[in-house]
């Protein structure tokens, strides 16, 4: 089973094509994060995890997932993470994560996708997007045809200091920095309420005809890039910013 966390559906594109080459399902976590229920998994099975990186490590929704499911022990996993140019210390915090688990760790591949994290950079244009997706393709398919061979992904090199720095640097850009305060919806807002079913996390309600964030924020960045009328602007970081649109777009 490929199992995936995406905002703005790049993790779904690459979960997506795994699994049709390795003739699995994909299968988005967001449902099971948002009814809370402990999915229940079958054993002898492969588990594929793709997730964006997230400051240099896995993004937090999918690491929390896992430690919070119950998968039969021993199970074979493999991680793929998408990421704008770097994945810094997700291989070893997947590697960690495998141990605590009790899964074999069968590798972490990194996947270029486009940039997605419109609060703190500049999109690119969809021209340059569409050429990054386009250069993804045959390293998803590299990285698909070894999990379906049984193979394991090349190791990462990753230095014990970096992890515990990536580590450190979480634990405070989570809570300072994913905040939700700055969101807001603009007078072009056409309450279509997408922004509500984008939300992987369930964190945006309707008041007034206008959306209204929660707390669980994981800044994924689907409300933003995605509303149809770019109505969504996160203080003055992104004023005047072209939005993402997604790995079809
Ligand atoms: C909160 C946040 C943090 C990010 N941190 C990193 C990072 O440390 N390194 C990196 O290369 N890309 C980073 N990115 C970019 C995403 O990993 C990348 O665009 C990813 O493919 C988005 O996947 P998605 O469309 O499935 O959500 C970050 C994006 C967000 C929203």
């Not at 393709?137 to 990462?156: M, S, Y």
């Amino acid at each position: 089973m490929v199992l995936y966390f995406t905002g703005t559906g790049n993790s779904r594109f690459v979960a997506q094509n795994i699994a049709d080459i390795i003739g699995d399902k994909a299968v988005s976590i967001s449902g099971f994060i948002t009814k809370e229920e402990k999915p229940v998994f079958i054993a002898n099975e492969v588990y594929v995890f793709v997730a964006p990186c997230y400051v240099s490590s896995t993004a937090k929704a999918m690491v929390d997932f896992i430690m919070r499911s119950d998968f039969p022990k021993g199970i074979r996993a493999y991680f793929v993470i998408t990421s704008a140019s770097y994945m810094g210390a997700s291989a070893e915090t997947n590697k960690r994560l495998c141990l605590k688990k009790g899964f074999e760790y069968m590798g972490t591949a990194e996947v270029y996708m486009p940039q997605n994290y419109i609060v703190y950079f500049d999109m690119k244009s969809e021209e340059e997007n569409r050429s990054i997706v386009n250069d993804a393709i045959p390293v998803i398919k590299r990285f698909a045809g070894l999990i379906k061979d049984n193979k394991p992904f090349l190791p990462n090199k990753c230095h014990f200091g970096e992890y515990l720095a990536t580590n450190l640097a979480c634990r405070l850009f989570y809570p300072l920095f994913m905040k939700t305060g700055k969101f807001k919806a603009t007078e072009k807002c056409i309450s279509c309420r997408k922004c509500l079913d984008l939300c992987p996390l369930n964190n945006i309600s309707f008041n007034d005809g206008k959306p209204v964030w929660g707390n669980k924020c994981t800044h994924c960045m689907a409300c933003i890039n995605l509303c149809p009328v770019s109505a969504i602007e996160y203080g003055k970081n992104t004023a005047g910013k072209t939005r993402y649109k997604g790995p079809l777009s």
